[in-house]
């Protein structure tokens, strides 16, 4: 018998604490440094252009000093280094957003900014430029073509961040039930190898208020600057967990009284018949375009359920199925007993 648990919704993280710094940043406007013309570059905030479809390599020695970065260093006594933190990328964020978000939760050290220098004013790139100014992170101001050069996406729509890389999550965090908090609720990510998908799905799962994503090291995609962008800057606050093999992991999640429910095409219910089971602690795994759940990760799974397919296809494209799946669980946590 699965344990049970207090009902109730999961928490959204990154909804708080965004006012006071955008308030902040807002205040410094009006003093935003002029734009060089498209054929040049200006520095705003003292430092130097990186190298050319490299981004920025060192940076100012000023810079530099602010915060420490992933890799840790010697000390003058001697004492050993510190160990290198994990992390799944996410060091390149390219789109309006996902560089916003980037700096609005604040998680991990800025590096530096590329803004095309005839890039158009909105709102969104104004907000960028305030709380880069705010939080005393370069920006440098670069022709379009060296900047489309040094993108990794399709539209990186004139703004590329440079920034540590996100750190990996602990699955045993995830598993861990603490009292007076909802039961855990997460999703698993069998061999998708799409970024565009993996962005849209956790985008869905920030929406959702999913507690953590597990991905496998292997055979899958991390955080790629097209994930990031596609993600719309939920990256930065859905914590995701690398395993090395993802039946080992679902294993671990139902030892901890987590039900495992996979979605396919051929279903034991409906997803929509999931009841008690979302309010009890789930875990939700979507399986890859194509393929689906994998052999070994369906013989993990508790149920097998499956989204009602009323017109002539027979499937969704996994980061829709994943938004109604996660909003189903949501919907279930929030109904009364």
């Known amino acids: 018998m699965k344990p049970s648990s207090a009902k109730g919704s999961s928490t959204k993280q990154g909804g708080k604490g965004r006012g006071g710094k955008a308030k902040a940043a807002a205040a410094t406007r009006g003093g935003t440094a002029g734009r060089a013309s498209s054929g040049g570059s200006a520095s705003r905030g003292g430092s130097k252009a990186g190298a050319a479809g490299g981004g920025p390599r060192g940076g100012s020695t000023k810079f530099q000093s602010r915060g420490q970065g992933r ?39 800025v590096r530096e900014i590329w803004v095309a220098s005839d890039l158009d004013d909105n709102e969104t790139v104004q907000d960028i430029l305030d709380i880069a100014s705010h939080e005393r992170v370069p920006v440098q101001y670069v022709a379009r073509k060296r900047l489309e050069a040094a993108a990794r996406s399709e539209a990186p729509q004139g703004i590329i961040a440079y920034a540590n890389g996100i750190p990996e999550a602990d699955l045993a965090d995830f598993v861990r039930r603490v009292p007076g908090r909802p039961a855990p609720f997460l999703v698993a990510v069998d061999g998708v190898t799409d970024p565009g998908n993996l962005g849209a799905l956790l985008r869905c799962c920030d929406g959702a208020g999913v507690q953590g994503v597990v991905l496998p090291r292997h055979r899958a995609v991390h955080v790629t600057p097209t ?12 914590p995701m967990a690398m395993v090395g093999g993802l039946p080992s992991a679902l294993t671990t999640i139902k030892d901890q009284g987590i039900w495992v429910v996979g979605l396919a095409d051929e279903g034991e219910r409906e997803l929509f018949e999931i009841g008690d089971l979302a309010v009890d602690g789930i875990c939700l795994v979507m399986g890859a375009e194509g393929a689906g759940l994998s052999r070994l990760v369906r013989e993990r799974c508790d149920m097998i359920v499956s989204i009602p397919m009323l017109g002539r296809l027979s499937s969704l494209n996994v980061s829709a199925a994943a938004a109604l799946a996660t909003y189903e669980v949501t919907r279930a946590r929030r109904t009364p007993r």
């Not at 890799?71 to 992390?87: L, Q």
């Open 71 to 109: 890799t840790g260093k010697v000390s003058p006594t001697g004492a050993p280094s510190r160990k290198p933190e994990k992390t799944l990328g996410g060091e390149q964020v390219e789109g309006r957003q996902a560089v916003r978000e980037l700096l609005l939760a604040g998680r991990r050290r």
């Open 227 to 238: 994930v990031a962008k596609a993600a719309a800057g939920a990256v930065e606050y859905v």
